[in-house]
């Protein structure tokens, strides 16, 4: 088991260790042989340069921890607390002094199929359905459901005032491409991240996927693939459940030890390079030999990763692994935790994976559906900000707390819901960032006064993969790929607000 | 208008006249769906309904739309209509609307057409797009522009063979019409084309894509000797002839057609049903005869109607039954509709569930109207010869049947069952969008499909049954008469005894298990018992034989000895349900003595109740007694009653048959598109259509709409006969192209979707599993018969085909290979991950055939290592090894000869044969074995440091990115 490698302390990354070598368990330089020879062979010249696995400045972040709520959580009832709702709950909006925020300019503007996809915008408010109560020195606000959380108010930012472009659950791909569902698969964040920068370690994959991911319906595996980028990118989903170990993570034959097979996988990566020069434009390859380098190297790596054993009680505890609400989602924060100890770039970790829409699509019983969820994730993300506080790891970790859209101020009377829940809200919602050079403690735009539209400092979801990138040390707009035209809504803007 | 649209309408009209307005327009919406289908795609959507031709009604009560006045651009399209009439032509609505796109019939000074386009009523002045609206619309009525100049698709019409293009100064060869197609685009997008592939490359590729298993080295050597003309052509043929083919393409049509093995809770089933194995057969016997694609529609939808006694064909109703759910109705529905529309029709129906399709003219009505074809349809478990228990631990033909001739569906207001609109019932039908005329005839069934135990064999086999209950029980009674039973099976006791209490009472009495016998006595009783039910049995069946002579001597003569016999028997089951009334008596009064002293009160009433019970049983099996004695010697009667056996309505509603005509006519726009779609993205790795199962709105369009429509002709033209499809891919020059890539076309279409080389593809799981197996020369080729067990899948050398496949009831080997979601798979994602590195790397499966093959290629090979080598290239890689790969194989042997990898227990002995005789290795490795033992044999049995690293060796090449691509 390797040692993380420090933050470029050797000057090489993996990336050029690979180019430079052959990606090779012997290093002999056939890999640069085939991308030589393939290039000259198709006569292709393209003017391109790969990225080199360096930041293109000096980075704030070195990895990063995304956590997704799937189905929608309520902007409402987390960090985005209304009292007007209380107020005026069981009014119409246009009854009350807030009639204005039904925009319908707006709503257009941000759901350009609109003309093919109605829904029905819910207009009698429904009061909160949980408490709030201002913490910290900085006076965040958080609803009772996520008071965890709200301890960790100083080191949070809270981004109020997203939109997106979806009022369905597609909404979930958006959130990680930028790109409407019907656009098919886009490059996801994590996807960029690890094109952009390559790998701190080579026993793991760089870009890892815990916990179950959306569904088809919503995005399904593109949620976590890298379309174009070549399926070296796509994230790798582990599991972490301690009683289902990764199959096959042990050669069925004892008497296969280690250097045997690293000779065998070493004669395996010369001669797949060599019948490779062929087909140097051939991702699939280039994952395949990844791929191989990777599996030899986690039959010790995942055992170890996983293991949780060593973790003290008192760190198991915080975490919430003794409780049977928090045991499961405990469990993949803290693994999380180790993986960024051991280089892990991006971790996506998802929550509320249920098939079809996701656990956090409260169209009914808002209250019962959020409150149990909620008492899910709270207090293993807030462990899990203070456990990376306390190891020093905050400041190198970006924490994004998202998911892909609010929920409507105004009750859902739609298919039995009988106004007992909320409906989708693509027209503002709220993400939380923690660590990664991010200022703590801080609120950034805002919406209007119901909740409804992202009035102040309004930010698209991509605005988010700019800001995640900008503090990995990556320009969104030097990041490409041969061939392919990105539009100028993929690049997002940085949030500067939230940058310390 | 039907009185009962105008029952609705009436109440709604006094509303307001909007919106019955509306509710007439959908009621009859020719009009509106010549309309949409013109404009498609361009037509916003506030624009897609009758407004834009009708004005509001000025009557009270509008019954009509007759009574909803033209607007001036309605009124323009009308005339047009009938001066076009009275010159005697037919001037249909896309026609006119053509005509007078460039008019401006409510003179606001805009054209008909660009007001349309941009969502602007055509016939109201007062609505007119702003100047704004004007500059920005620019770009659409371009693009509609150019729509209208080049070849439209327009999947919801019917399919029309488009021409051919004539393409000239081609440097690639046009061997077949699909070949001009795809060098038109070439030509228009200045893509140059691949040369053809290697004949190496192309062998392996045609070998894999038509039956799934690689060229042997024998195959291709006889290939590459092959220098006739058509050398090419006769392998081809040859692939589409082996039985490898149906097992091939089979396992494409499961995914689209969604196989499922049944699946349940605590092995009762709940998803899909047991024996449903049937219907892969019937798939894969249906693709090797090259039955017509129509057929297998008909088939799998109404089988049972088409062909009611035919065992074979109504395997194919598997389709139907796979949607069965235990625990739902509704989902059973749901998905049953949903999927056969995704599967034939590329449309997603199940939109319009709960409100209009979003994206596609279907109303929630059409949806329910649709629903009602499959509302009265149910499956059920026919007996098979041999074999009495059709349940999941037996046999038996799981089939489709009407079990209601009227069912009633309504449409459900949200798609909520809670709230059916039960004021009106829906017909059957199906959307209009499709222009099709739906009539649904019921069928008369014949007897045998109404009573399958009518059948010789089930009567045979019953008989059969009751005979060798009758043998069993006279040889237990002789075992303990010599003290030698060895009976020891424990009674059944709670709910396993309740279930099958139930599943006996099911069965003729004859087919009844017998009570347990203890002593000589109770032994003696079951002989007499099983005696007299064989009797009866026998005897009832004589007299139903005669019963067409009825009331003749012999057939009088034959009912007396039946009543005889059945008296008989019912003296005996009587008496046997007497003593175990009072056995059971016995027992719940001596716990209700027991507990009454206990003094618990509940405890006490529950054993009270239970003493009553029991009681009141043992009363009724009294009188039972009585009577039965009495009737034995009551006078003998001809009155005997007929041996019991299940039916079925004599009819069936015809409706799913009528679904199935409409699919399969030459005039349903979509089913031979979406078909050979399939077969396409099967070839080349992505469909005509990238969205297999969307071909509606909310999908894709094709990159070659002629082509598309082209096969799809020619697909029908041909009889549905898919064998000449795959002939014509394959044979064609597209096909053919090497998929190594070329700088200039790849910056002009990075993804290929021109195709201007061929797609590397990954093989599929079952492919990689299978591949495995068939270079070892360990493939099993046994085709058909019952499901494997899914915890074999790295033991059994069976195709892959055949392994078990349900909700989690999966191989993990395939499953990691991105295998197919049995609840739901029209196209399966492909990645590449390490997960499938370890499972090639490290699974019992890739080393015991890595073992078997490497003492193949050794017992050929000798001590020679290049000779090795070069046979395991071509055995596992279908090649030969280059220079540079024969000599790091070479050079990989040596180093693991001098330098073995220590390992615990394996001795190693010099030279490359081992001590061991190769024939009891491969004897032991050939059957398939449990997983512990197949490694423990590896891993114990004695084998030279030489053997093992040439082991080692195919190892490798099993895990070589060759290996599992398709160039």
């Known amino acids: 088991m390797k040692t993380p490698n420090p933050f470029g302390a050797c000057g090489v990354t993996r990336r050029q260790f690979l180019t430079q070598t052959g990606m090779g368990f012997t290093g002999v330089a056939l890999g640069a042989m085939l991308f030589k020879d393939g290039v000259l062979r198709a006569n292709d010249a393209p003017a391109f340069t790969p990225p080199n696995g360096q930041p293109q400045f000096t980075p704030r972040?070195?990895?990063?921890?995304?956590?997704?709520?799937?189905?929608?959580?309520?902007?409402?009832?987390?960090?985005?607390?209304?009292?007007?709702?209380?107020?005026?709950?069981?009014?119409?909006?246009?009854?009350?002094?807030?009639?204005?925020?039904?925009?319908?300019?707006?709503?257009?503007?941000?759901?350009?199929?609109?003309?093919?996809?109605?829904?029905?915008?819910?207009?009698?408010?429904?009061?909160?359905?949980?408490?709030?109560?201002?913490?910290?020195?900085?006076?965040?606000?958080?609803?009772?459901?996520?008071?965890?959380?709200?301890?960790?108010?100083?080191?949070?930012?809270v981004v109020r005032s997203f939109w997106t472009i979806d009022n369905n659950h597609g909404a979930q791909l958006t959130f990680h491409t930028g790109r409407n569902v019907r656009e098919g698969a886009h490059p996801t964040i994590g996807s960029w991240v690890t094109y952009g920068l390559g790998s701190l370690t080579d026993n793991l994959p760089e870009f890892v996927v815990i916990g179950e991911p959306s569904a088809d319906c919503c995005g399904g595996v593109w949620t976590h693939g890298a379309a174009y980028l070549g399926p070296q990118y796509s994230g790798v989903r582990l599991n972490t459940d301690p009683s289902k170990p990764l199959a096959f993570i042990k050669p069925a034959d004892p008497t296969m030890t280690p250097e045997e097979q690293e000779h065998n996988f070493s004669l395996l990566g010369k001669l797949n390079r060599l019948s490779g020069i062929d087909y140097p434009d051939d991702e699939f390859l280039r994952a395949r030999i990844k791929s191989y380098e990777l599996a030899f190297q986690m039959q010790t790596a995942i055992p170890d990763t996983l293991g949780l054993q060593k973790e003290s009680e008192a760190t198991k505890k915080m975490y919430g692994l003794d409780q049977k609400?928090?045991?499961?989602?405990?469990?993949?924060?803290?693994?999380?935790?180790?993986?960024?100890?051991?280089?892990?770039?991006?971790?996506?970790?998802?929550?509320?994976?249920?098939?079809?829409?996701?656990?956090?699509?409260?169209?009914?019983?808002?209250?019962?559906?959020?409150?149990?969820?909620?008492?899910?994730?709270?207090?293993?993300?807030?462990?899990?900000?203070?456990?990376?506080?306390?190891?020093?790891?905050?400041?190198?970790?970006?924490?994004?707390?998202?998911?892909?859209?609010?929920?409507?101020?105004?009750?859902?009377?739609?298919?039995?819901?009988?106004?007992?829940?909320?409906?989708?809200?693509?027209?503002?919602?709220?993400?939380?960032?923690?660590?990664?050079?991010t200022k703590g403690g801080i609120v950034h735009g805002a919406t209007d006064e119901l909740g409804f539209h992202a009035v102040e400092n309004r930010h698209y979801v991509t605005d988010l993969h700019a800001t995640v990138l900008h503090q990995m040390g990556l320009d969104p707009r030097k990041l490409q790929y041969p061939g392919r035209q990105r539009l100028d809504v993929d690049y997002g803007e940085v949030i500067r607000g939230i940058l310390a | 208008m039907p009185a009962s649209h105008r029952k609705i309408i009436l109440p709604l009209a006094l509303l307001g006249a909007f919106l019955a307005f509306a509710f007439v327009a959908s009621a009859t919406p020719a009009n509106r769906v010549a309309f949409v289908k013109h404009y498609d795609r361009f037509l916003p959507k506030s624009l897609a309904n009758c407004t834009t031709c009708h004005l509001p009604s000025d009557k009270k009560n509008p019954e009509s739309l007759e009574e909803f006045p033209h607007n001036p651009f309605g009124d323009r399209l009308r005339k047009l209509g009938e001066e076009a009439g009275k010159a005697g032509k037919k001037l249909d609505i896309p026609h006119r609307l053509a005509e007078i796109a460039k008019e401006d019939s409510d003179g606001d000074g805009v054209d008909n057409e660009t007001e349309l386009?941009?969502?602007?009523?055509?016939?109201?002045?007062?609505?007119?797009?702003?100047?704004?609206?004007?500059?920005?619309?620019?770009?659409?009525?371009?693009?509609?522009?150019?729509?209208?100049?080049?070849?439209?698709?327009?999947?919801?019409?019917?399919?029309?063979?488009?021409?051919?293009?004539?393409?000239?100064?081609?440097?690639?060869?046009?061997?077949?019409?699909?070949?001009?197609?795809?060098?038109?685009?070439?030509?228009?997008?200045?893509?140059?084309?691949?040369?053809e592939a290697s004949k190496e490359v192309l062998l392996r590729r045609v070998y894999l894509d038509l039956i799934g298993l690689s060229p042997t080295p024998e195959q291709m050597s006889a290939f590459l000797a092959d220098k006739s003309a058509d050398a090419y052509e006769k392998a081809v043929d040859h692939l589409l002839d082996s039985p490898r083919y149906g097992e091939r393409w089979a396992r494409h049509w499961m995914d689209v057609w969604r196989?499922?093995?049944?699946?349940?809770?605590?092995?009762?089933?709940?998803?899909?049903k047991p024996h449903i194995w049937r219907w892969r057969d019937w798939i894969i016997e249906s693709l090797n005869a090259d039955k017509g694609y129509d057929r297998m529609l008909l088939e799998m939808l109404a089988a049972d109607e088409l062909a009611p006694t035919d065992e074979s064909a109504l395997r194919a109703t598997g389709f139907l039954v796979r949607n069965f759910n235990s625990l739902s109705r509704e989902r059973w529905l749901e998905n049953t509709i949903g999927h056969t529309f995704q599967a034939f029709q590329g449309v997603t129906m199940n939109c319009a569930k709960c409100h209009d399709h979003m994206y596609d003219p279907i109303s929630q009505r059409e949806y329910y109207e649709v629903r009602s074809i499959f509302e009265g349809h149910q499956v059920r478990t026919d007996r098979v010869p041999g074999q009495v228990d059709t349940d999941k631990t037996g046999d038996g033909l799981v089939r489709i049947y009407d079990a209601t001739l009227a069912p009633k569906t309504y449409v459900l207001a949200r798609g909520d069952e809670r709230k059916p609109l039960t004021n009106e019932v829906m017909q059957p039908n199906v959307p209009r969008i499709f222009g099709a005329k739906y009539e649904a005839k019921p069928v008369t069934l014949p007897l045998l499909a109404v009573r399958p135990d009518k059948r010789d064999f089930v009567v045979k086999d019953d008989l059969a049954a009751a005979e060798h209950s009758l043998a069993d029980a006279r040889e237990f009674l002789a075992d303990l008469k010599e003290g030698t039973s060895t009976n020891s099976a424990k009674p059944l006791t709670g709910k396993a005894a309740t279930r099958a209490k139930a599943a006996a009472a099911k069965l003729p009495p004859a087919l009844k298990p017998l009570p347990t016998a203890k002593t000589v006595a109770e032994g003696e009783r079951n002989v007499a018992l099983a005696e007299a039910r064989v009797n009866s049995f026998k005897t009832t069946l004589a007299a139903e034989k005669l019963e067409t002579k009825k009331n003749s001597p012999e057939w009088k003569k034959a009912a007396e000895e039946a009543v005889v016999a059945q008296r008989k028997a019912a003296v005996l089951e009587a008496k046997l349900t007497l003593e175990e009334a009072e056995v059971a008596t016995k027992v719940a009064q001596a716990k209700a003595d027991k507990d009454a002293q206990g003094g618990d009160k509940g405890i006490t009433a529950k054993s009270a109740t239970a003493l009553t019970t029991a009681k009141k049983t043992l009363t009724t099996a009294e009188k039972a007694m009585a009577k039965a004695d009495k009737d034995l010697t009551a006078p003998v009667t001809t009155a005997y009653a007929p041996n019991k056996f299940e039916a079925f309505p004599p009819t069936s509603t015809g409706r799913r048959l009528a679904l199935a005509q409409w699919f399969a006519s030459k005039d349903n726009p979509l089913t031979a598109r979406v078909a050979v779609n399939h077969i396409w993205a099967h070839h080349f790795g992505r469909g005509l259509v990238p969205t297999l199962n969307e071909f509606g709105r909310n999908g894709q369009p094709p990159s070659h709409p002629q082509l598309l429509d082209w096969l799809a002709a020619e697909f029908m033209a041909r009889d549905w006969k898919m064998k000449d499809i795959h002939r014509l891919i394959v044979t064609s020059s597209t096909y053919r192209m090497a998929s190594t890539p070329d700088?200039?076309?790849?910056?002009?279409?990075?993804?290929?979707?021109?195709?201007?080389?061929?797609?590397?593809?990954?093989?599929?799981?079952?492919?990689?599993?299978?591949?495995?197996?068939?270079?070892?020369?360990s493939l099993d080729l046994a085709m058909g018969g019952p499901d494997i067990d899914n915890k074999l899948g790295l033991t059994s050398k069976r195709r892959s085909v055949y392994l078990r496949i349900a909700p989690e009831k999966e191989v993990e080997f395939i499953k990691i290979?991105?295998?197919?979601?049995?609840?739901e798979c029209y196209s399966r994602p492909v990645t590449v991950m390490p997960h499938q590195a370890l499972a090639m790397a490290n699974s019992e499966l890739t080393f015991t055939q890595a073992d078997v093959l490497a003492e193949t290629l050794t017992a050929k090979s000798g001590n020679d290592d290049a000779k090795f080598i070069t046979a395991a290239y071509e055995r596992v890689l279908a090649r030969k090894p280059t220079k540079e790969e024969a000599k790091l194989c070479a050079d990989f042997l040596k180093q693991q000869i001098a330098k073995p990898a220590k390992r615990p227990g394996a001795p190693g002995t010099a030279g490359i044969l081992p001590a061991s005789s190769t024939t009891t290795n491969a004897a032991a490795m050939s059957k398939p074995s449990a997983p512990a033992e197949a490694i423990n044999t590896r891993a114990s049995r004695p084998r030279s440091d030489a053997q093992r690293a040439r082991e080692n060796l195919v190892m490798v090449l099993f895990n070589h990115n060759d290996f599992v691509t398709i160039r």
Not at chain 1, 381 to 392: E, M, S, T, V
């Open chain 1, 61 to 157: 972040a070195k990895s990063v921890i995304w956590i997704f709520l799937i189905g929608g959580l309520s902007h409402l009832e987390s960090f985005d607390v209304k009292p007007e709702l209380n107020k005026y709950a069981g009014k119409l909006i246009e009854d009350t002094p807030h009639k204005g925020v039904v925009n319908d300019t707006l709503i257009k503007q941000n759901l350009p199929n609109i003309d093919t996809q109605k829904r029905d915008v819910y207009k009698k408010i429904m009061a909160l359905n949980t408490g709030y109560r201002t913490h910290g020195q900085s006076g965040l606000v958080v609803s009772d459901w996520f008071p965890h959380l709200g301890s960790c108010a100083d080191d949070l930012a």
């Open chain 2, 117 to 195: 386009l941009l969502g602007h009523n055509p016939g109201n002045a007062k609505d007119s797009p702003s100047k704004k609206e004007l500059a920005d619309g620019k770009k659409k009525i371009a693009e509609w522009t150019k729509a209208l100049a080049s070849y439209r698709w327009l999947p919801f019409e019917t399919v029309k063979r488009p021409p051919v293009p004539a393409i000239r100064h081609s440097s690639f060869v046009i061997r077949n019409p699909i070949d001009s197609f795809i060098a038109a685009e070439h030509q228009a997008r200045k893509l140059t084309p691949r040369p």
């Open chain 2, 817 to 823: 290979f991105d295998g197919p979601n049995p609840v």
């Open chain 2, 743 to 777: 700088a200039a076309s790849a910056k002009l279409d990075r993804d290929n979707v021109y195709l201007w080389r061929m797609n590397s593809r990954r093989m599929e799981a079952e492919a990689v599993r299978d591949n495995v197996l068939h270079v070892s020369g």
């Open chain 2, 259 to 272: 196989y499922s093995d049944w699946t349940g809770y605590q092995n009762i089933p709940r998803d899909s």
């Open chain 1, 325 to 437: 609400e928090t045991e499961t989602f405990g469990q993949q924060c803290l693994v999380a935790r180790r993986m960024v100890e051991r280089g892990v770039r991006f971790i996506q970790l998802f929550h509320g994976g249920i098939g079809s829409a996701g656990a956090w699509d409260s169209h009914r019983d808002i209250k019962a559906n959020h409150s149990r969820l909620a008492r899910n994730v709270d207090q293993p993300i807030a462990a899990l900000i203070k456990d990376l506080k306390q190891r020093g790891l905050l400041d190198d970790t970006l924490v994004v707390i998202g998911t892909e859209f609010g929920r409507t101020p105004g009750a859902d009377f739609n298919e039995g819901a009988m106004g007992t829940g909320r409906d989708h809200h693509p027209h503002g919602f709220t993400c939380v960032l923690a660590g990664g050079g």
